[in-house]
T-cell receptor, first 116, second 112 residues
Framework: AQSVTQLGSHVSVSEGALVLLRCNYSSSVPPYLFWYVQYPNQGLQLLLK??????LVKGINGFEAEFKKSETSFHLTKPSAHMSDAAEYFCAVSGGPQGGSEKLVFGKGMKLTVNP | TAGITQAPTSQILAAGRSMTLRCTQDMRHNAMYWYRQDLGLGLRLIHY???????GKGEVPDGYSVSRANTDDFPLTLASAVPSQTSVYFC???????????FGPGTRLTVL
């Protein structure tokens, strides 16, 4: 079984500041991990994914995430926030290379606000 | 490519009425999913289909039914809507080498 925890529901940063969105996972098998972004009134868009290759994963729009097995974490970062990054971000986990990737389990989401 | 389309975009429905939310994909993915998104609860899986002709129950299936007559279409039906089914509904399909899911734009449903 898999689960994801995103602590808190809202993060606010200034434009140009570091963005850090935390995600901790639980999985009974080696996982695949995903970050999705949802802009207002839109569907979810895949931002990046961890698939057991490189532990540091680079995604679209300058975001990256690092898989840390010892900490069961997959935190999302961006060095410098832009106004266009304002959105809701979801971490998700599925079974990985050993199977169980048919279903995604989502965290509750984190709304990112970027202040000018 | 269009990817996944959903219809309608939004709907207001009287309690007790029935409604079918439509979902069509053009990526030839075998697996499809229906989620509902509610504030503070994230996305919860309603029903899924691993291939045409098969369906399965997700986390919150009560009050909903699905069918999968072909690869492209995966409609979600509310037989008798209740106010607690007010939500945003997303359809998704699964494909790619690592089985990532691709999402439609959503249907916003209000049940009064």
């Amino acid at each position: 079984a898999q689960s994801v925890t995103q602590l808190g529901s809202h993060v606010s940063v200034s434009e140009g500041a570091l963005v850090l969105l935390r995600c901790n996972y639980s999985s009974s098998v080696p996982p695949y991990l995903f970050w999705y972004v949802q802009y207002p009134n839109q569907g979810l868009q895949l931002l990046l994914k961890y698939t057991s290759a490189a532990t540091l994963v680079k995604g679209i729009n300058g975001f990256e995430a690092e898989f840390k097995k010892s900490e069961t974490s997959f935190h999302l970062t961006k060095p410098s926030a832009h106004m266009s990054d304002a959105a809701e971000y979801f971490c998700a986990v599925s079974g990985g290379p050993q199977g169980g990737s048919e279903k995604l389990v989502f965290g509750k989401g984190m709304k990112l606000t970027v202040n000018p | 490519t269009a990817g996944i389309t959903q219809a309608p975009t939004s709907q207001i429905l009287a309690a007790g009425r029935s409604m079918t939310l439509r979902c069509t994909q053009d990526m030839r993915h075998n697996a499809m999913y229906w989620y509902r998104q509610d504030l503070g609860l994230g996305l919860r899986l309603i029903h899924y289909s691993n291939t045409a002709g098969t369906t399965g129950k997700g986390e919150v299936p009560d009050g909903y039914s699905v069918s999968r007559a072909n690869t492209d279409d995966f409609p979600l039906t509310l037989a008798s809507a209740v106010p607690s089914q007010t939500s945003v509904y997303f359809c998704a399909s699964r494909g790619g080498y690592y089985n990532e899911q691709f999402f439609g734009p959503g249907t916003r449903l209000t049940v009064l």
